[in-house]
């Protein structure tokens, strides 16, 4: 049973850091793919970031690209997402996900496995 778990989350002032985890358990194949998504008060979920997990290749959301940036650190099975010059609009609660293959795909429902969630806030 593949199991992930999300820490990092926090408050922070708008322009600063945070850097998101999501520890991956049970996974038995490098034939997958990680995402972030977020989701704010009353808004659906929405796609952040994703990148594929044997060759690395990252793709985001226009709203983060040149702010965020997603990794993988093979070695500690462990998924993570950068987060700089934050903006109040990031307030959400952020979410990893797991996907069976190496395609990126931006739609929630292409994910088969979630973590809890983990809350971030971006005071102004």
């Known amino acids: 049973q593949v199991q992930l778990v999300e820490s990092g989350g926090g408050s922070v002032q708008a322009g600063g850091s945070l850097r998101l985890s999501c520890a991956t358990s049970?996974?038995?194949?490098?034939?997958?793919?990680m995402g972030w998504f977020r989701q704010a008060p009353g808004k659906e979920r929405e796609f952040v970031a994703t990148i594929s997990w044997s060759a690395g290749m990252p793709y985001y959301a226009d709203s983060v690209k040149g702010r965020f940036t997603i990794s993988r650190d093979n070695a500690k099975n462990t998924m993570y997402l950068q987060m700089d010059s934050l903006k109040p609009e990031d307030t959400a609660v952020y979410y990893c996900?797991?996907?069976?293959?190496?395609?990126?795909?931006?739609?929630?429902?292409?994910?088969?496995?979630w973590g809890q969630g983990t809350q971030v806030t971006v005071s102004s």
């Open positions: 049970g996974r038995t194949s490098s034939n997958v793919a």
């Open positions: 996900a797991q996907r069976v293959g190496s395609h990126l795909r931006i739609r929630s429902s292409d994910f088969a496995y």
